[in-house]
Structure formats: structure tokens, C-alpha cells
């Protein structure tokens, strides 16, 4: 949730890079997911055991967005075989490397958009910093100067496909639409900001 300004930070870093981008959608078959159907979830977000930090950053960014749009809250497994529907890779995990998809694969701040017949990927390069992300708690959210490329996934796959947008910190300043049933569709976005660390600045006129 955006109620802290270091999330609200990283999306707006996102955000602003998309001015130079080196890579972008690509022409790969387009699937349609549903991941919540009449207010159940019908997905679950899938982590690694040992999870970089950004990519726990990520689910969490996920998940509370899902809830947002549907009422629904999205299950986060290690395993999964512990969750049915589709499954929604969040950052590297055994699932993506079986995909041929690792931390290393791509290059600074690189990310990936990618669905799949009854999957979702969502990753990028990010940093190896294995801290436990407190959702609730902004301190341990991933430094805005780190490599955090998996949140940009999610934040690109929001907007992009949720239509999601971002205009202040907290929720007053976040709209979406509001649905019981959320269906996505797409084929595969990988792309590269044009900077590789960017800042923003949320000040009062006359400051």
C-alpha cells in the first residue's frame, strides 16, 4: 500500500524512466488470466524460499493492489503446488529457473512482463539483498538507489494491464478501477529504463 513515500518513491522512479526505454513489448502469443473471480482469488503469488528483498517489495505491492481492485487477497507461497489457479512468479525462484530466467539474466534494472497459458511472470534484475520486507514498516523497504527491477515488473504489469495509476503517496492518491472479477491479458513486455537510478522529490511550493 502507498502509504509510506519510499513506495510511492520507487513507482515514481518507474515512472519517470519510461522516457528512454531499450526494449518493449514484443510480438509473443497473448494469453488471458483470470486472477480473481466474483471476489475469490483464483491465483497465487509465488516467492522463492529466500526471496531478495525487492521481490518481497514486489508481492506485497502486488497483492495489496489486487485487494484494492477486487477484495480479494492473494495467497504468497513458497511451493507452488500449495496454491491452485494460475501461478504469478514474483523475482527468481525455482519456478523461473526452470524458465531459463534468473537475477543475472538480465541487465541493470532490466524487467520482464511475461504470461503464459496458467502463469504470470513478473521479474527483473535486483539486488541480493535478502532482508525481510515489513509491508507496514517503510525502513525496510528496498533502498530507492538499490536494483529493485522485480517492483518494476509489478508496477508496469499494474498499469499497464490493471490500469492502475499512481498520483500522490497513500491510497488517496492511487486510482483503480473496482471489480469482483479481474481478468488480464497480454504476451511478454521486457524492457530496460532509460536511467538506471532515478529520484523524486515531493516538496511544498514555496519550501
Known sequence: MFR?????????????????????????PEYSLTLVHDGQPTSAIVLAGRA?????????????????ITGATLPIVTNPSEAAGVHIYVGESPGTRRMGLRNDSF?????????????????GHDAE?????????????PDIFSRHATAYAVYDFLERYCDVRWFRPGNLGTEYPEMQTLTVRGGEVRRCPGFSHVNSYMGIPGD
Not at 129 to 141: K, L, P, R
Request: hydrophobic residues 50%; charged residues 15%.
Open 129 to 141: 539483498d535478502y532482508s525481510e520486507v515489513d509491508h507496514s514498516n517503510w525502513a525496510t523497504f
Open 107 to 123: 541487465g541493470v534494472q532490466e524487467y520482464l512482463v511475461r504470461f503464459l497459458p496458467e502463469a504470470l511472470v513478473l521479474m
Open 52 to 68: 531478495t528483498r525487492a521481490a518481497q517489495f514486489a508481492a506485497l505491492e502486488l497483492q495489496e493492489h489486487v485487494r484494492l
Open 4 to 28: 509510506k513515500t519510499v513506495g510511492f518513491v520507487l513507482c515514481t522512479a518507474w515512472l519517470l524512466s519510461l522516457g528512454g526505454l531499450g526494449s518493449s513489448a514484443s510480438a509473443q
